[in-house]
């Protein structure tokens, strides 16, 4: 069985990242694209999900399953609504 990749939208919560609830906060990659395609992919799906999630600021590029997965790549997103306080959290966890 391949290993499938996917974003993992964050959430900012009492100064903390936290996973959101629901499907809107997971998003399956194209494993055969480079860790910048997945970069990229994951900016435009937040766009086209911020008015009905607008308060995704960050993401992580994990591979795996759901409850058992490997951090691959982290960032924040370019939105309009994204914190400054995001900078001093690590998103490598």
């Known amino acids: 069985m391949q290993s499938k990749y996917f974003v993992q939208y964050l959430i900012m919560r009492n100064n903390k990242l936290v996973e959101p609830c629901g499907s809107d906060s997971v998003f399956i990659l194209d494993g055969r694209n480079t860790i910048e395609v997945m970069e990229n992919d994951a900016?435009?799906?937040?766009?086209?999900?911020?008015k009905v999630q607008p308060h995704f600021c960050s993401f992580q590029i994990r591979k795996g399953t759901f409850s058992n997965s490997q951090l691959l790549s982290c960032g924040n997103l370019v939105m309009?609504?994204?914190?400054?306080?995001?900078?001093s959290i690590s998103l490598w966890k």
């Open 43 to 50: 900016q435009i799906q937040a766009t086209k999900l911020k």
């Open 80 to 87: 309009e609504n994204w914190m400054d306080e995001i900078h």
